[in-house]
């Protein structure tokens, strides 16, 4: 054969060959080291990704505490587009009765995962894209990331095998992309587990020199926030009413006591915390600051604000002052304008704890 033939051949196969389109992929990215390893995977087996990031109102960016400030800068790395998606009273509706409950704290992390999974599906659609990537380990996370609950989150969004997790892909089912070959199956990874070692050698391989600590999960994991969430729920004036977001991000400040069905009481714990309360303060609250000495914000929240209330906030709020110990004082008691003083004597330390959430 000539080498006249073989170019013609070659020719042939070119025009007859169906022109093989860029395989594209939406990456859930969370600014933490797992979704942009799993990225950079991808990105070396020529995938096209575009991220999408997740916030909701107890976690900056997906599980990773802290790194959400960092998605835009791991996205500017690796030079692919981001889109933010904001999950806001949705995610709080979902809050109140999770389909699969919850973890060890408030976390409903199936559910989570699913409204996810949800805007990843939405965005791939959006895009025209073949499939998900994740930075899931299995088993790293004990109730969203082992084959039982990917199975579930994968039905009930109804991406079965159309979601890659290249970390841990060996150890899991075939997904449809590497069925088809686009993606080649012995280039994905074979980590599992707990451990932080099979990422960090990849990070160096991938020449990340300072690669960001673990995540330390989002604030419905943290026990004493979860405790904060729970006593939110319970007390809410209307069982079929979502907490504002308002209501959220006043549970993230202060020192929080639980005064009668209708009422609670929020005290700042320093100068930047009472900043943010009095940022937060909506038209029904009742502010309650001490009058003659230095001391904390303080917001009574609620309704049927019997002076009684008022009385046992004041003393809370003396406690937490520079008032001495054992003396009656005077506190300031703001409510629709008006300002009040009243006098009242620091609580004792027994009962604070009794009213403690
Ligand atoms: S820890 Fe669970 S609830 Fe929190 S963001 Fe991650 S998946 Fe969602």
Avoid: W
């Avoid at 109730?143 to 039905?155: C, G, T």
């Avoid at 005064?259 to 943010?276: C, F, H, M, P, W």
Wanted: hydrophobic share 35%.
């Amino acid at each position: 054969m000539s080498d006249n033939n073989v170019e013609q051949t070659s020719l042939e196969l070119t025009n007859n060959a169906e022109p093989r389109k860029k395989v594209k992929a939406v990456a859930l990215l969370s600014g933490g080291l797992d979704s942009s390893l799993a990225v950079r995977i991808m990105l070396e087996q020529g995938v096209e990704v575009e991220a999408v990031a997740i916030k909701t109102p107890f976690c900056d960016f997906d599980c990773g505490k802290g790194c959400g400030h960092r998605v835009k800068e791991v996205a500017s790395d690796l030079e692919i587009p981001l889109k933010t998606i904001y999950f806001g009273e949705e995610y709080l509706r979902m809050l109140k009765r999770p389909k699969f409950g919850f973890g060890s704290g408030m976390n409903p992390c199936i559910d989570c995962r699913s409204m996810m999974y949800n805007a990843a599906k939405e965005h791939m659609k959006k895009i025209d894209a073949d499939f998900i990537v994740t930075g899931e380990v299995l088993y790293q996370r004990p109730m969203s990331q082992n084959n039982r609950a990917l199975d579930i989150i994968e039905k009930e969004t109804d991406t079965q095998g159309k979601v890659l997790r290249p970390l841990s892909a060996k150890s899991l089912p075939m997904t449809d992309i590497e069925k088809d070959g686009s993606v080649k199956r012995e280039n994905l990874c074979n980590i599992v587990g707990r451990s932080r070692k099979g990422q960090l050698a990849l990070a160096r391989k991938f020449g990340i020199d300072d690669p960001p600590n673990a995540a330390g999960g989002c604030l419905l994991t943290d026990p004493q926030f979860s405790t904060r969430i729970r006593d939110l729920m319970q007390y809410l004036d209307d069982p079929g009413k979502v907490p504002s977001i308002n209501d959220v991000e006043l549970l993230k400040v202060g020192r929080h006591f639980r005064l009668s069905n209708t009422a609670k009481l929020i005290v700042g714990r320093d100068q930047n915390e009472n900043y943010i309360m009095s940022s937060l303060v909506i038209n029904d609250d009742i502010v309650i600051e001490a009058e003659e000495f230095p001391g904390p914000t303080s917001i009574l929240r609620g309704k049927n604000y019997e002076d009684s209330l008022v009385e046992k906030s004041s003393q809370i709020v003396l406690r937490y002052s520079d008032s001495p110990r054992g003396h009656e004082s005077k506190v300031r008691v703001k409510y629709h304008g008006q300002v009040n003083v009243i006098s009242a004597f620091p609580i004792g330390n027994g009962e604070l704890e009794s009213l403690r959430i």
